[in-house]
């Protein structure tokens, strides 16, 4: 996998469990790219945080 900011390939990744869905974060050690995704593609920083909060 390489990054979407500058095609770098080493990146950080952590998966995590956020309300019942699969969520993984990636980031870019060479240009600090943040990505999120979850099973269906790409999510934004605000869908992240809208599955976090507290119900």
Known sequence: MEC???AGAKLI???MRIAGEEIEFRRC???EVN???D???DITLDEVL???RTR
């Open 50 to 52: 809208e599955l976090a």
């Open 35 to 37: 990505h999120w995704a």
């Open 13 to 15: 990744t952590i998966r």
């Open 4 to 6: 979407t900011g500058c």
């Open 29 to 31: 050690s060479k240009c």
């Open 39 to 41: 099973g269906s593609g």
